[in-house]
């Protein structure tokens, strides 16, 4: 987003929300932006995903129900900055749209050959899914993940599990049940790919400092971290 275009967000803002408000969420909209940011590929800003936020937080003050409490506002105020900043990361060009079809077609496969096989599938197998050798397979791995693909795409299942304060009991209690699965399928990810998973984002390692630990390259990791990502898709019934 340009800085002109930022500028005129904050002057929405200023038009809708008071002083006071501006300052209380102007440290939650950046520490949003900031913490979505170092989840994303790198070409993207912390600048431009805080002039998307505001936004988001412009729109929950316009769509917000009637008599919601502070607290209830306030979840649905982050749900809406979050929102508006992912939205902004699914429309980016055509090399991340192109890339989203990839992607797609990595976690059908893993569907497909789950539901036929009744276990997690072996790399082997899904490559023979695709058509795809070994070296193929692992080459879109890369490009996925070069392209940002399995960081967008695990954004995408921390929408979907994150709570959400202002949501109805029924939505809720299907986001508990989405939680459990994706619980569940992380324990049935291979030994490897769960270590890829925890050590990246529960220890908050780089993936050199993976590569050191598995004693793989800082790519090889990377390919893993991008397969790890689209088994757990594939096992929530996402596309």
């Not at 939205?87 to 059908?108: I, K, M, P, Y």
Request: glycine letters at 4%; aromatic letters at 4%; proline letters at 3%.
């Amino acid at each position: 987003m340009s800085a002109a275009r930022v500028l005129d967000t904050e002057k929405q803002a200023a038009r809708v929300l008071t002083p006071a408000d501006y300052r209380k969420y102007l440290p939650i909209v950046r520490r949003t932006a900031v913490r979505l940011a170092r989840k994303v590929p790198s070409h993207i800003s912390v600048a431009d995903l805080t002039g998307y936020a505001w936004v988001g937080l412009v729109e929950a003050f316009s769509r917000a129900a009637p008599g919601m409490d502070e607290e209830e506002f306030e979840a649905y105020a982050l749900y809406r900055i979050r929102g508006a900043m992912l939205d902004h990361l699914r429309s980016l060009d055509t090399q991340t749209r192109a890339s989203r079809v990839t992607s797609r077609r990595v976690t059908r496969a893993i569907q497909r050959l789950t539901t036929k096989l009744s276990r997690a599938p072996e790399e082997n197998e899904i490559c023979e899914e695709l058509g795809m050798s070994v070296e193929d397979y692992r080459n879109t791995l890369s490009a996925l993940d070069g392209a940002g693909m399995s960081r967008l795409e695990m954004l995408d299942v921390d929408a979907d599990i994150a709570a959400d304060e202002a949501e109805l009991p029924e939505d809720s209690a299907s986001r508990r049940e989405l939680q459990e699965v994706v619980a569940q399928a992380i324990t049935k990810l291979p030994p490897r790919l769960q270590q890829v998973l925890s050590l990246y984002y529960t220890e908050e390692c780089t993936l050199r400092e993976i590569g050191e630990i598995l004693e793989v390259s800082e790519s090889r990791v990377s390919q893993l971290h991008t397969e790890a990502v689209h088994r757990l898709r594939a096992a929530i019934g996402k596309e």
